[in-house]
């Protein structure tokens, strides 16, 4: 089994598993961060209901934020995927 | 490997049995601990209660134990236990028999623990309640077992059942699989469900009025919390149950292993996330017994969006399950299956604990003000919606993965 693995073999192997790891534990920040985000945006919303235009587009823009690394990962992974 | 075929059953029993009582050890001391800290410090804050504290402490305690006592029970079993069929599949068994219960065991160990420190506090706070507060934390605390009784259950069949007919693979990521599947799927679950029996504990000290409703919300949001437990559950008896003879040795065996991994890790967020809101429901209504309406229907709606990237693993774990794929010895081609189940896996914790912690602001909201359960519901749904975001993206890179590479 060894002798059939070739250097193209494991590099190909090594990118997809990459893509997999760099996803998968990419997500877990932005998941939590923009669901603690929306979390206190609700709270504050409940004490200021006037101001829920306001503070929903701040959340907007926070989440958009947290985001960032979750897309890099994303970039990353479809990178490995389908570029290297 | 010259080794004689008992020789492979006895040290994998070993090392199974050391995964068992070892990772089982985890939950139930920092469930126990914290249960004693809290103890303390009710004792500190009324000394003269300190006999009923005790005695609460170590009912809790005994409770919270009881997921490191069936470690113990399958480690004991696993040391002694010869096993039949072929060896090198009884050693991947046992392995994986170890793994389940020892996983398993972390998240009710801890759960338990949260119950048995709020009654200690209550006690010392409000001493008239005491029997009630011992019952809801023997309830709460029940509830939080049962992660660990899929776990055993899971054990159990690995260690008993007759693998005769496996071949050893795929059939040893079956195996491994299915105790990676339950164990790890259940660690969320039991720390889920022990949140909400504490805070409901908590509340009926403080409102002994509302304990009813309070008990009521606790065991639906506990329930639900249960759920990705259940899912690693039924892709542990899939693993086990379906039948692998004829099927190739690679890639079959990564994705097998994938199967397990994909809804094992990614139930650990939904299950812990769940309990985050529940909890804050419990407290909600022991506050505002009149809101436990709009209260229980925002924490429902809240605990369902979080259960989705759980189930976002369970579909890749079916996937993983029930494609054909051809024989094929490269590299490549058990990296995908195993690449797409990790990815999944780990995507979904993220988001699920995420979109529970916004539940749960939203619910302890609605619980001060009712009148704004519409618009703080919908803005949490929004919130959750971007949360969910990398959840998805993990599942377009694992389906990406699976069905174009």
């Not at chain 1, 760099?22 to 709270?43: D, Q």
């Not at chain 2, 799927?185 to 908590?202: C, D, K, L, Q």
């Not at chain 2, 604990?353 to 703080?376: H, K, M, S």
Request: with cysteine.
């Amino acid at each position: 089994m060894a002798a059939e693995i070739s250097g193209a073999d494991l590099v190909k192997a090594a990118a997809l598993m990459g893509a997999g790891i760099a996803m998968g534990l990419g997500a877990i920040g932005p998941g939590v961060g923009e669901g603690f985000a929306a979390g206190k945006a609700c709270e504050a919303i409940g004490r200021n209901p006037g101001e829920a235009g306001l503070l929903t587009r701040t959340m907007l823009v926070g989440q958009a934020v947290s985001e960032s690394t979750g897309i890099y990962s994303l970039v990353v992974a479809l990178l490995l995927i389908f570029v290297v | 490997m010259a080794y004689p075929d008992q020789i492979w059953i006895q040290a994998a029993s070993f090392v199974g049995a050391a995964f068992s009582v070892g990772f089982g050890a985890i939950g139930a001391a920092l469930g126990e601990g914290y249960a004693a800290g809290n103890a303390s410090e009710a004792m500190g804050r009324n000394p003269e209660k300190s006999g009923d504290i005790l005695k609460n402490m170590l009912i809790g305690q005994a409770v919270a134990e009881s997921a490191g006592i069936f470690a113990l029970v399958i480690s004991m079993l696993l040391i002694f236990f010869e096993g039949h069929g072929e060896p090198l599949v009884t050693a991947f068994a046992f392995m994986g028999a170890g793994l389940a219960m020892g996983l398993s065991a972390i998240g009710s160990g801890m759960g338990g623990g949260f119950p048995a420190a709020e009654a200690c506090q209550g006690i010392a706070t409000n001493p008239e309640t005491q029997g009630m507060l011992t019952t809801n934390m023997l309830i709460g605390s029940a509830v939080c077992q049962t992660p660990a009784i899929f776990g055993m259950v899971v054990a159990f069949m690995l260690m008993f059942m007759n693998f005769e007919n496996l071949p050893f693979s795929p059939g040893w990521a079956a195996l491994l699989g299915a105790g990676l599947s339950v164990g790890l799927g259940a660690i969320g679950s039991g720390v889920g469900s022990g949140i909400p029996a504490g805070s409901a504990t908590r509340g009926m000290a403080r409102q002994p009025a509302a304990a009813t409703t309070v008990r009521t919300n606790m065991l639906i949001g506990s329930a639900v919390s249960q759920t990705p437990a259940i899912f690693g559950m039924v892709i542990a008896f899939l693993l086990v149950f379906i039948d692998w003879t004829g099927k190739p040795a690679s890639p079959y065996w990564a994705m097998l292993l994938g199967a397990g991994l994909s809804t094992g890790l990614s139930a650990i967020g939904p299950g812990i996330g769940n309990g985050v809101t529940a909890g804050e429901a419990a407290e909600g209504i022991a506050r505002v017994p009149e809101a436990s309406g709009p209260i229980t229907t925002t924490m429902l709606i809240g605990q369902t969006v979080a259960q989705s990237t759980v189930i976002y693993g369970f579909l890749v774990s079916l996937i993983l399950l029930f494609i054909d794929r051809e024989a094929s010895t490269t590299m490549v081609a058990w990296a995908i299956p195993l690449s797409a189940g990790i990815c999944m896996g780990f995507g979904g914790i993220g988001p699920g604990i995420g979109e529970g912690i916004t539940a749960a602001y939203t619910v302890r909201r609605i619980a001060r003000n009712q009148d704004l359960n519409v618009l703080l519901t919908r803005v949490m749904l929004v919130g959750q919606a971007v949360s969910e975001s990398t959840g998805i993206y993990s599942l377009i890179v694992s389906l990406l993965l699976l069905f174009v590479v």
